[in-house]
């Protein structure tokens, strides 16, 4: 009886089969219209339990999952039009879609460049570049939460000190008391300490020294033993600015005499005197230039020297007969004061006065831009890149976003006398300034010499 039963249910089976086939063709014959007037009709029909079952199926059979069926290209060519914020979001959806999320290069390198990262194309991992914005993102709202820094402090000199100058982890301070120090930033360690003469102006290598002074001399120190090897003798007036190049076996200086001194490096001797400036010259940059002029060709030497109120361009390898390729100012009746920081890489001259930044095009000698910072009255400026720019006025450091010319950051400084004697405050690494990279955003960021002879540090705070 029961072997008779299971053979009569198996027979309905393959019955039920064969009319489900047949119906499923016809069905298939139909036009969208009469499939829909079809379902309609069968779902009419139903009960309870066919219209639960058929909710459930619905439910899963419309959750597509299109990121995972589409072309590994297409979902990248969708990604790209997603903020990174969604992004991340999307990452925790399942690991399917971290999986290709987290394998699109140009999303996160793309995301990367609009924080104003610099960006390697030649490093095409993907998770790298995730990663790296991550570390972004962490970094600029440090930045935006006025956080990203920290200070410290260097003690060793018994007076002021009036000259600053950074390379490559080192910082160099010469001081009233006669000496000069060259201190390692990272340990806050003195590497060496020589004796010299009062320095408005330094400037170092691995060998010597270099010193403009208040006693209107400029000189040459080694390091290794202290000695001085040359003394340039000729200025009437403070020294306070210096450069070289080894190169050229060349070294310029500018005085509160209203002259600049060209002068051999290695002999000692007065090349040229540069005549001109109506103010104390306090700033001179010797500079390889990058870009083609009438005046000038990519490789030429450049020197500059500023004012209070002009920068002059002077042609280098002429000594003899030098003139003055070209005057800059902001104001022709001299109104606007130019503040005595300067900044040259071959391409663009930037100065900072009262009405903002002035950015110069050094092939035509035109001004690019000016960016007016109107809430916050005479911003100085300390270093210009690309990306950012490092400012700062009586009370604060501030960071600018030269994409946006915005203030992104600002980082308090303690009580510090102002001087027109030296350069008693600088900025210290700046590639940084040019895009970060997750790696330079390390070292020094600003040093300025405080009233009880010490140096004030602010530094990179470790990512964490």
Avoid at 411 to 440: M, T, V
């Amino acid at each position: 009886m029961e072997t008779g039963k299971f053979f009569h249910n198996l027979m309905e089976r393959k019955d039920f089969e064969t009319w489900l086939d047949n119906i499923s063709v016809t069905f298939l014959s139909l036009t969208d219209l009469q499939k829909n007037e079809t379902l309609d009709h069968l779902i009419s029909l139903s009960g309870a339990v066919q219209l639960r079952h058929l909710s459930n199926n619905l439910e899963t059979l419309l959750k597509r999952d299109f990121l995972k069926l589409l072309p590994l290209e297409l979902s990248f060519y969708l990604l790209k039009w997603l903020d990174p914020q969604t992004l991340l979001t999307c990452c925790l959806v399942s690991k399917q879609w971290n999986k290709v999320i987290s394998a699109c290069t140009e999303v996160w390198q793309i995301a990367c460049r609009n924080l104003g990262w610099q960006i390697d194309d030649s490093v095409q991992d993907a998770l790298h570049w995730k990663k790296v914005y991550l570390k972004a993102i962490l970094r600029m709202k440090q930045l935006e939460d006025h956080e990203a820094f920290e200070t410290s402090s260097l003690i060793g000199h018994s007076a002021r000190v009036y000259a600053l100058y950074y390379k490559d982890g080192l910082l160099c301070t010469g001081s009233d008391d006669l000496s000069a120090k060259l201190w390692d930033v990272s340990t806050g360690q003195c590497v060496y300490g020589i004796q010299t003469h009062t320095c408005a102006a330094v400037k170092f290598d691995e060998q010597k020294l270099v010193t403009g002074s208040f006693d209107n001399t400029v000189a040459c120190w080694e390091w290794s033993s202290g000695a001085r090897t040359q003394h340039f003798r000729g200025h009437t007036g403070a020294v306070f600015s210096v450069d070289y190049n080894d190169e050229l076996d060349i070294l310029v200086s500018g005085s509160a005499d209203f002259t600049v001194k060209v002068w051999a490096l290695s002999a000692g001797t007065c090349l040229n005197t540069l005549t001109g400036h109506t103010e104390w010259v306090t700033k001179v940059v010797l500079q390889k230039c990058k870009v083609k002029s009438l005046l000038h060709s990519p490789g030429d030497y450049i020197l500059l020297s500023a004012d209070k109120y002009e920068i002059k361009i002077w042609p280098i390898g002429r000594e003899i007969n030098c003139k003055c390729l070209k005057t800059l100012s902001v104001s022709e009746d001299r109104s606007i004061c130019l503040q005595p920081r300067l900044h040259f890489d071959g391409k663009y001259i930037v100065c900072s006065s009262a009405l903002g930044l002035y950015q110069w095009d050094f092939a035509s000698y035109d001004i690019l831009r000016v960016i007016k910072t109107p809430e916050i009255a005479n911003l100085a400026l300390l270093g210009f890149g690309d990306v950012f720019a490092l400012l700062f006025d009586n009370r604060y450091l501030y960071i600018m976003d030269l994409r946006t010319e915005s203030l992104i950051s600002r980082w308090p400084l303690p009580e510090y006398r102002k001087s027109k004697r030296g350069s008693s405050f600088l900025a210290g690494e700046a590639s940084w300034l040019n895009g970060l990279d997750g790696h330079n955003d390390t070292g020094l960021v600003f040093a300025t010499s405080m009233p009880d002879h010490s140096i004030h540090l602010v530094l990179w705070k470790e990512h964490g």
